[in-house]
């Protein structure tokens, strides 16, 4: 069983930074990317980001430039790194991880970033 928890969620202004943690464990996939996910209030589930094994990342257009993912030496821990943080940045982030066995996406059960304004 994968077990995925977020936490570093909280109140920030805008503007300023933020740095989210994922932190996993039980078997999961090292051939998969782990994910961010993003739920705005009253909007649809997106896609953040994701990251490899190798390191490799990918991003939305919405946070380009702004955030960052990285994974630690043992893989066990993903970050997500939140500068210059925009209204529109108030969400439940979620991370997501494929387990090796089952080929299943486990989902943290989410922290709340909020963006005052």
């Known amino acids: 069983q994968v077990r995925l928890v977020e936490s570093g969620g909280g109140v920030v202004q805008p503007g300023g930074s933020l740095r989210l943690s994922c932190a996993a464990s039980?078997?999961?996939?090292?051939?998969?990317?782990m994910g961010w996910y993003r739920q705005p209030p009253g909007k649809a589930r997106e896609l953040v980001g994701t990251s490899d094994s190798d390191g490799s990342t990918t991003y939305a257009d919405s946070v380009k430039g702004r955030f960052t993912i990285s994974r630690d030496s043992g893989e066990n821990t993903m970050y997500l790194q939140m500068n210059n943080v925009k209204p529109a940045d108030t969400a439940v982030y979620y991370c997501?991880?494929?387990?090796?066995?089952?080929?299943?996406?486990?989902w943290g059960q989410g922290t709340q970033v909020t963006i005052s304004s």
């Open positions: 039980g078997e999961i996939s090292s051939l998969k990317p």
């Open positions: 997501t991880a494929v387990g090796h066995w089952s080929g299943y996406t486990y």
